[in-house]
């Protein structure tokens, strides 16, 4: 899942494009609500503060918000939790790299 996701981190993409890689619905991680699911699937973007926009979240995209657009020059952690936490880190740069490149491999 988690690497799959990375695949939709480029210019031009928005956060919703990342969300459309993930499992469609909350059960997945064994609960009943994305609000519920927040801690497990999640990303955001690097910068100033550690927890930047984009905030990449279902629970964003079920309260009706609008997709934010990635652009080159961002830098996204993008984070599941699948029995351990997997934090994983891309930065998006258009002219150099054809996909985004991975910061962080585990």
Do not use: C, Q
Not at 47 to 54: A, C, M, Q, S, Y
């Amino acid at each position: 899942m988690l690497y799959g996701e990375m695949s939709a981190v480029k210019d031009g993409a928005t956060d919703y494009d990342i969300l459309g890689r993930w499992p469609d619905s909350p059960h997945y991680w064994g609960f009943d609500t994305w609000n519920e699911v927040v801690a497990y699937a999640f990303g955001h973007g690097l910068g100033l503060t550690f927890h930047n926009r984009p905030a990449i979240s279902m629970t964003k995209k079920a309260g009706g918000y609008a997709p934010t657009p990635l652009k080159e020059g961002m830098i996204l952690a993008v984070e599941t939790w699948t029995g351990r936490r997997v934090e994983e880190i891309a930065s998006i740069w258009r002219k150099i790299f054809l996909s985004p490149r991975m910061v962080t491999n585990f």
